[in-house]
């Protein structure tokens, strides 16, 4: 993935307590338009605070990533780790600190080691390379067993234009209006306003619609930058042909890492999209699909897996979605296997298990209550997931 | 446990797949004073449905149980399935089919067997005997590995009174409003309406006060029934002494019931209570530590254990309440392990953590943000919870 206008590198700075790459560094040619969807998360880690206040003036050079610790819960200290971190990088680059967005990620509640991140710095800066990405990919990973990326290019006003993003993902995966980390560039020219407007639309639609464990971060943060670099026309209106243009390539981007980060969800065994169709209001079905998704119930029963539907009945009628039981219609991708609230017995049940098995199924309930749809890309809970997490910090 | 004015008994009636004791009847003597409290999930079973219906008239002489099949997500053939199956007990008793209560606890989905059940009546009405309770006990339970009973007697106006009850629970358990499957009784003489004020105050105070997995099922269903035979006079309002004792006893019996149901909640290593206090409002209190007490993150920390006190601050966060993270001081037990939002160390997490495997710990979350409180007693998330609920059916 090359992206003209940016540079990434990375190093192994000692934070994660196993070793391996933990600090990322991406840096803009010149300062680059950019804006930031984070957690609304009611606990904000100090890198989400800071980087909130450095972008209302909707201008960023740098973006300095660490993995192995969150800087959340870590009060005043943090917020000071955060300012020396990025500090270091400024007078690295010799641009203003507050060009310098800073993202966490990792255990919550222990210091940021702040020497071991300022002492990474030079190294950073003199191997920053176009291609640097596939590496601060792989850097910013916790529990991820892969590093996420996806690019794709587009024509705006006749010159060819790249938008592309790395992500991490793994667990306390439940977005609420932003999402973990993803960090997205573009070489398109486009005012800071429309990027946050394109951004949030985004995100809402992709990062926004998947859960793995219903937990939502402290760190949430997903950043994206306009280099300029293209020579397009700058975009300053979110209604023209181009920004059109620009958020379908953002949205497949994001669309693309929604799906690398629930496929590596921590001990994913099956993948799956619940589907609410038919509901009376759009808030009752996402709230619907969200409620299912989350159903540890339903997700130990797609462990296993069993079309254990029952389950998905009882997980909807708790959701607050308004609906008769007696007219739900449940299918299994193309397999019916409940209709008006009823099963339709163990044949339809046996096909729609070769479905989960098959590959990532969707999971339609249709409540026949109204016109209303929603979906949530989610994976099954397993074994796998609880030994990740009851030894998360040893 | 002996309850003057009732008897039980139970078989296997070859419901469950696996064998064992699956079908039991209680039966009072004379038709008792009834009341009810039942799952608020949209989603309900046919034995739900019936039972509220045949419960507005205040009395009741017999309750019908089955575990291995919940009759829920049946349609019509599931309501037909629970008359049929009191009819036969009414037939039997000769009493009025609309004094006998059904319930059902199980697999939801699948048709219930009418006919094992209506063969099995006879055989339990001959063995009815005022010592049947444990046994009864035993026949409702699923996954669980225990039966559950408590109870507790007191003096109303000179008489001696017994009340006492058995229940179920393991999983699918976060009672809304209602409760798993819980059965009351008492030889106290108590007016109906009186009789439902006391069973829902005390179900409010106990059983809606757990969480195995957030979970809730489509069958909770409590029943109080009130014999009479201890010859007090009859308690018709619930302002007056002898209520609020036999409140008291009620809510006694209630809470022993719960904790023996968290205790052998599916695949339980440690339970503990998340208790929040100085939330600004009793409704932010009580959501808060729900949203604790189910968060998949924080319940698979407490599995290690591992005293990752971020989990509690990510859960806090998202959960709607209001406060401010710079405030928030945490205890395990009597161990400080957060002040003002910010961890004391690994010294003070190694303490906790003792506590964490001594037993029950309380987990105290202070705000700071007001004089609101609320607690959930709950338990860790382990692989046999995975494992227990990825075959349920098999």
Redesign the interface.
Known sequence: MLIPGFRAAATAAGIKKHGGLDLALIVADRPATAAGVFT?????AAPVLLCRRRLKHGLAQAILVNSGN?N????T?GLKAARETTQAVARELRVAPNLVLPASTG????PLPVEKITLGVPLLVAHLRPDGFEEAARAIMTTDTRPKSAHTSLKLAGHRVILGGIAKGA??I?P?MATLLAFLFTDAAVSAPVLHRLLRQAVDQTLNCISI??????NDTALFLASGRAGSPTLTDPGEPGAAALAAALTEVLAELARQIVADGEGVRHRFRILVTGAATPAQAKRAAATIAT???VK??M??P?V????L??????SG???N??RVDITFGEIPV?R????LGEKAEEKARSAILAGPVTITLNLNAGEARAHCDTCD???D??????????
Chains 1, 2 share one sequence.
């Open positions: 609304r998360n009611r606990v904000k969150a959340a819960c870590t009060g200290a255990v919550i509640g222990q667990g306390m439940h609420d464990d219903g937990d939502t971060s402290t159903s540890p119930l130990t029963a462990a296993g069993d254990n539907w029952g389950r009945m009882a997980a909807l009628g708790r979605a308004r609906f039981p007696d409940v008006q609230g009823v099963g809970l397993t074994e997931y609880v030994r990740i997490n009851a030894s998360y910090r040893s």
